[in-house]
């Protein structure tokens, strides 16, 4: 799955994918940009809803 990585300014292979909550009780999915390593975040979604 591919989420916008600020370092890279562009949209990045994910490594490592987790679901997690946020504070809020939100899912979001958090791994590293494969490029560069830089913390990735999809908030509102599960790795499910992903496929
Ligand atoms: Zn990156």
Do not use: F, H
């Not at 679901?19 to 979001?28: A, H, L, V, Y």
């Amino acid at each position: 799955m591919q989420a916008y990585c600020v370092k890279c300014r562009t949209q990045r292979d994910m490594n490592d994918p987790r679901d997690e909550m946020t504070k809020n009780n939100r899912p979001i999915i958090k791994g590293k940009c494969a490029n560069c390593g830089t913390g990735l975040n999809i908030i509102g979604k599960t790795i499910a809803q992903m496929g």
